[in-house]
């Protein structure tokens, strides 16, 4: 059951309303977000006097931010490192993002107290608890190994309908390290992630029709679907996700499906495919935040970014990877890794794996036999739910 709900005219309203009571015309901003522009120009009708960006990721230090009303054109802001100045102590300080005890610890050395930052991420969290409450207090709770046996059941399905369309995929990221080091899932994980040549991913989205028991989420034919990644729905079943702008998204029990492409054989090149990666994710995030707020004012250029990211064939490429940083850091690896596949263990199935996965394997995670510290094993899912159940 997919819907979306975005907070940004309610969070502008929030904020407007902060400023006012506080009686500030400084504004520090924590965490780049791609709907920030749409606070910048309520700052910019408000005549706020100083307005900052401030991010403790480096790559993003430089990175020109420009309001997105006509009126407006020729204002920008450049993001900088996490400093607080003399005149920025009485500023209306707002997180972002997930990191606001991390912010709050960093900005006690200059002075500033916690309640003097708005906690935007817990603030939009406890909204959507409100919203959801009457729907979920019906529906029962999936979790732990009764969760993991549901994705099961999607993973077979996926792996029986590519067979019959003689579509290429390959369990990954976890759920290959899964297979590999326990025949089934990390015991501490909770999701499925696969991989699929571009092409092959594409012709999936076309082939996938109706389905009383599943449901295939794809941008292209669910347009305001926020991800650029498939998943692949259990029908009678109901997730909460965040978005990465402000809001969330309901979906279901599920499995996730990337598509991965080639890439340049230069060094300097993949590296700057890397970088340019972060600004398209950007860009895509910005794009959606924006179409919510101004429909068909605003253009959807979300294609633009597929054909820039997909422009180089899985099938004639050297080197192939994923075209988005999910988890943990890019990748480029030889494409002979993928160009066979091999059947492992999973749960007391098989399913196909890439004939190098012990290269991919090592490639991604090092020394991946070896189980992370108990404080280091992440578990990545939402609240999950039976559907009147």
């Given at each position: 059951m997919f819907k979306i709900k975005y907070y940004t005219k309610r969070l502008l309203e929030y904020l407007d309303n902060e400023i006012n009571r506080r009686n500030t015309d400084r504004f520090i901003w924590l965490g780049y977000n791609p709907a920030f522009p749409a606070v910048y120009d309520m700052l910019l009708e408000k005549g706020v006097k100083s307005i900052r960006i401030l991010d403790n990721n480096k790559d993003k230090h430089g990175w020109e931010v420009t309001p997105v009303k006509k009126e407006f054109e020729g204002n920008k802001i450049?993001?900088?490192?996490?400093?607080?100045?003399?005149?920025?102590?009485?500023?209306?300080i707002v997180c972002s993002n997930a990191y606001y005890k991390e912010f709050v610890v960093q900005l006690e050395e200059y002075g500033i107290k916690e309640d003097q930052i708005l906690d935007i991420y817990g603030t939009i969290r406890e909204w959507t608890n409100e919203e959801e409450a009457p729907a979920i207090k019906n529906y029962r709770l999936i979790q732990g190994r009764e969760l993991q046996l549901e994705e099961l059941k999607i993973l077979q399905f996926f792996r029986d309908f590519c067979s019959d369309h003689q579509l290429r995929w390959y369990i990954a990221g976890g759920t290959l390290l899964g297979a590999v080091r326990h025949k089934g899932f990390i015991p501490w994980d909770d999701d499925v992630d696969v991989y699929m040549p571009y092409e092959d991913y594409t012709k999936l989205v076309s082939l996938f029709g109706n389905n009383d028991t599943y449901t295939l989420l794809d941008w292209r034919t669910e347009s305001k679907y926020p991800l650029q990644f498939i998943r692949l729905i259990r029908n009678n079943?109901?997730?909460?996700?965040?978005?990465?702008?402000?809001?969330?998204?309901?979906?279901?029990?599920?499995?996730?499906?990337?598509?991965?492409?080639?890439?340049?054989?230069?060094?300097?090149?993949?590296?700057?495919?890397?970088?340019?990666?972060?600004?398209?994710?950007?860009?895509?995030?910005?794009?959606?935040?924006?179409?919510?707020?101004?429909?068909?004012?605003?253009?959807?250029?979300?294609?633009?970014?597929?054909?820039?990211?997909?422009?180089?064939?899985?099938?004639?490429?050297?080197?192939?990877?994923?075209?988005?940083?999910?988890?943990?850091?890019?990748?480029?690896?030889?494409?002979?890794?993928?160009?066979?596949?091999?059947?492992?263990?999973?749960e007391g199935d098989k399913f196909p794996a890439p004939i190098g996965y012990d290269e991919y394997l090592k490639l991604r995670y090092g020394d991946y036999m070896?189980?992370?510290?108990?404080?280091?094993?992440?578990?990545?899912?939402?609240?999950?739910?039976?559907?009147?159940?």
């Open positions: 450049v993001i900088e490192s996490v400093t607080i100045r003399d005149e920025d102590k009485n500023a209306l079943t109901y997730q909460l996700s965040p978005l990465s702008t402000f809001g969330y998204f309901t979906t279901g029990c599920c499995i996730d499906v990337f598509p991965i492409a080639g890439y340049p054989d230069d060094r300097e090149a993949i590296n700057e495919k890397f970088k340019r990666h972060v600004v398209l994710d950007r860009e895509w995030r910005y794009c959606i935040t924006m179409k919510d707020l101004y429909g068909d004012q605003f253009a959807d250029f979300r294609q633009e970014i597929a054909d820039e990211k997909y422009k180089l064939s899985f099938y004639e490429s050297n080197l192939v990877g994923a075209m988005q940083k999910v988890y943990g850091s890019p990748w480029a690896a030889p494409r002979e890794l993928f160009d066979k596949c091999v059947d492992l263990e999973f070896t189980p992370p510290p108990k404080d280091q094993q992440r578990v990545h899912s939402y609240p999950t739910y039976f559907i009147n159940q």
